[in-house]
């Protein structure tokens, strides 16, 4: 634990965000969506946009929503009536985001998850992609999982979760997690009301999960323990945690204006680090596809990604979402990456400029063939060794390289 309480909070600088809202407080508690709480994150997210900040908001709620709407007291036991009550609950949420943002002139897009699409590396890539459109175009995702189709064994169950895999999918800088607690203390607050407010911590520090409990209230579902958690999981990514109260006048704008509210939970690496040491410990490579000169000029000097026109030739069969080697005439490689095209399209569309993707294949899902931020480059690229892309001994990777 850290005393340092005097700083800026670690959202001051967050550009792209994921702000993550609890059943309890999106539901009033159970008793129905809370409408002046949904207007007034859409007031602090339209705000946040007005200063070039990009929001993802992960909502809670639907099971809560649909129990009110149904007239259903207690929380179903089985597995088709959650899932009832989530279907019918998700229509109220949905509305209720749309009226209130559209008030502040901004679309909302409503995003139903599950695991199996961000564990399954092309269906994980599509997600990524359709989130940045979105975001690109101004728009505010609403994530929650599909609870509708989801079965008990792969359910993420809560949304601290989801919101930590979104803050992953996007690189965000920061997850802010909304509850009904201040944030988080020593111990549960509501069974043990001398606990000590903890501010700030570091991300992953295993002293946090002793201290976290499950959920108090019989609305939410994780509690504290799946936000700690939750927040380590952001942190693979170099995404930091604040969570803090809901209730909180104003309480986005105020940690995006750096005031220091709940608790900060810190990613040791920065967002871009993290990532190139993700991708680092995750690359099995598929196949490789050689560079004419002028690409391997962009890639190595020019800080770009990779386009199929620069591409000579493709080797070994891989799927969207592969990691692919990228080498020169000479076989050496210069860095390798998650490949957005199959070996089959990408055979096709080899030489050809962007503009001809969708042509030659019906639809273009990316205007690069390999994003740069889905690459890591070789330490040594004159090195004959580092050359041999799937067979020979490991290359040095550069996790550092922009
Ligand atoms: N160490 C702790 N500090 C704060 N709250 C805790 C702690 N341990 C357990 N909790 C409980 O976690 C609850 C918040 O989690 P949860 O009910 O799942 O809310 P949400 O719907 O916002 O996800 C609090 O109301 C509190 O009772
Ligand atoms: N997908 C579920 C979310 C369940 C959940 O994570 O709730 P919470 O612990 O309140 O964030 C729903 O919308 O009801």
Not at 161 to 178: Q, R, S, Y
Not at 237 to 255: F, H, Y
């Amino acid at each position: 634990m850290s005393s340092d309480t005097t700083a800026k909070s670690v959202i001051a600088n967050a550009k792209r965000l994921v702000a993550k809202v609890g059943s309890s407080l999106v539901t009033n508690e159970g008793r129905g969506i809370d409408l002046a709480a949904v207007e007034q994150w859409a007031e602090q997210i339209a705000a946040l946009h007005a200063q070039g900040r990009q929001v993802v908001l992960v909502s809670s709620g639907a099971i809560a929503e649909g129990m009110a709407r149904l007239g259903w007291a207690a929380r179903p036991h089985t597995m088709h009536e959650l899932q009832a009550a989530a279907a019918v609950g998700q229509m109220g949420l949905v509305q209720a985001y749309e009226v209130a943002f559209a008030r502040h002139g901004i679309r909302t897009a409503q995003i139903l998850l599950t695991h199996e699409d961000l564990a399954d590396r092309k269906r994980y890539l599509n997600a990524r992609t359709t989130l940045y459109t979105l975001l690109s175009l101004g728009v505010v995702p609403i994530v929650n999982e599909n609870d509708t189709v989801v079965t008990d064994e792969i359910r993420l169950g809560d949304n601290d979760t989801l919101g930590a895999l979104v803050t992953n999918l996007i690189e965000a800088d920061a997850l802010i997690i909304l509850t009904d607690q201040a944030g988080l203390y020593s111990a549960d607050p509501r069974k043990n009301p001398t606990a000590e407010f903890i501010s700030v911590a570091q991300a992953g520090d295993p002293a946090l999960e002793a201290m976290a409990g499950g959920a108090g209230s019989g609305i939410g579902t994780g509690g504290m323990l799946t936000k700690v958690l939750a927040a380590r999981r952001a942190a693979n990514s170099g995404g930091d945690t604040v969570i803090a109260s809901g209730r909180e006048p104003n309480v986005l704008l105020r940690l995006a204006n750096g005031e220091r509210i709940g608790t900060e939970l810190r990613a040791l690496l920065p967002v871009r680090s993290a990532r190139k040491r993700w991708l680092a410990n995750h690359l099995r490579l598929r196949g490789r596809v050689t560079l004419d000169e002028g690409a391997i000029r962009a890639l190595t000097q020019g800080h770009k990604s990779l386009l199929a026109i620069g591409v000579i030739a493709v080797e070994g069969e891989f799927e969207r979402g592969d990691v692919v080697a990228c080498v020169n005439h000479a076989g050496i490689e210069c860095c390798r990456g998650l490949i957005n095209y199959s070996s089959s399209d990408t055979r096709r569309i080899m030489r050809q400029p962007s503009s001809q993707i969708a042509q030659i294949l019906g639809s273009m899902s990316d205007q690069e063939l390999m994003h740069r931020d889905n690459m890591v480059f070789i330490r040594r690229p004159t090195s004959v060794n580092a050359a041999t892309a799937a067979g020979g001994g490991e290359p040095q990777l550069d996790v550092s390289a922009k």
